[in-house]
């Protein structure tokens, strides 16, 4: 496992276009995909590519991915070169032109070869990871796992040794091009989710409460961004 602060340019991960907007420090690794849910594992299944959206949990310098033992793609990830994407559209940058029309983000992509975890607390560990991730708080208010249904969890973990960092803020990058005297107007439209009022299940009895784990999280960012992060402005 690496403990580098900075990420390791491999072949696979040497950024070609628009380079500017790459990063080469872990923490902003770390920052793209903590504030992440979901991330789209590709990988070859039966000698096809298939790129598939799944929950995640990061965990020091490990990527945890779970599922069904029945599910196929994780079957095929295990030891096998497999990539791992997760993408924050943080808004529409309008232009004069369409050529320059793009999109602010912050994305994240780490090649390797997922291994399974078959120890039970390694396992639990794992699970624990994808659970704090998606729901902070939630695994201690939940019923644990039972034997029986961690035997039916497929639990895989992907070294972040090899990852690569690409992200854009700011406005167009034709405010000083001759489409500038157009007066058409120009910008970025900031893209922003929420979450909402929590749902009670109509099959709760009277008297339990919205526990304070999901209650703390109404109204706040979805895909939060690092305060004082910034990017790279460009086309
Ligand atoms: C929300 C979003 C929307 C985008 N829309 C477009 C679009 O419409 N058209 C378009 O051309 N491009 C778009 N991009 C950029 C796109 O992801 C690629 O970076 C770009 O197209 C260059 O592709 P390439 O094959 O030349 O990459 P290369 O530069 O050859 O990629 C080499 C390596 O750089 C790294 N890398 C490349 N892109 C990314 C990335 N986005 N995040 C992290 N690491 C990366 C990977 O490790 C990759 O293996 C978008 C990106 C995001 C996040």
């Known amino acids: 496992m690496s403990t580098d602060l900075t ?5 696979r991960t040497r950024l070609h276009r628009l380079r500017e907007r790459g990063r080469s420090d872990r923490a902003e690794l770390h920052a793209v995909l903590d504030a992440g849910l979901i991330c789209h594992l590709g990988v ?3 000698g096809s590519p298939v790129v598939l959206p799944t929950g995640y949990g990061r965990a020091g310098d490990l990527l945890y991915l779970h599922g069904s033992t029945a599910n196929r793609s994780l079957l095929a990830a295990d030891g096998q070169d497999a990539c791992v994407t997760v993408t924050h559209l943080d ?15 912050r994305s994240a992509v780490v090649f390797g070869r997922p291994r399974l975890i078959t120890d039970g607390p390694g396992k639990l560990a794992g699970l624990q990871a994808v659970t704090e ?12 796992p039972t034997r029986k249904e961690l035997a039916a969890t497929r639990l895989l973990a992907l070294s972040l040794d090899e990852a690569s960092v690409k992200i854009r803020t700011g406005p167009p990058d034709d405010g000083d091009s001759p489409d500038a005297a157009l007066g058409r107007w120009a910008g970025e439209l900031p893209l922003t989710a929420a979450w909402g009022q929590a749902v009670p299940d109509p099959a709760l009895p009277p008297g339990i409460a919205v526990p304070p784990h999901i209650l703390a999280r109404v109204g706040t960012a979805a895909f939060p961004l690092r305060p004082g992060a910034e990017g790279a402005a460009g086309g």
Do not use: K
């Not at 808004?91 to 983000?105: D, L, T």
């Open 7 to 11: 990420l390791s340019r491999t072949e």
């Open 133 to 144: 991730q998606l729901i902070p708080g939630r695994w201690a208010q939940a019923r644990p």
């Open 91 to 105: 808004g529409m940058v309008c232009a004069r032109a369409i050529f320059h029309h793009s999109m602010n983000y």
């Open 44 to 46: 070859l299944v039966d």
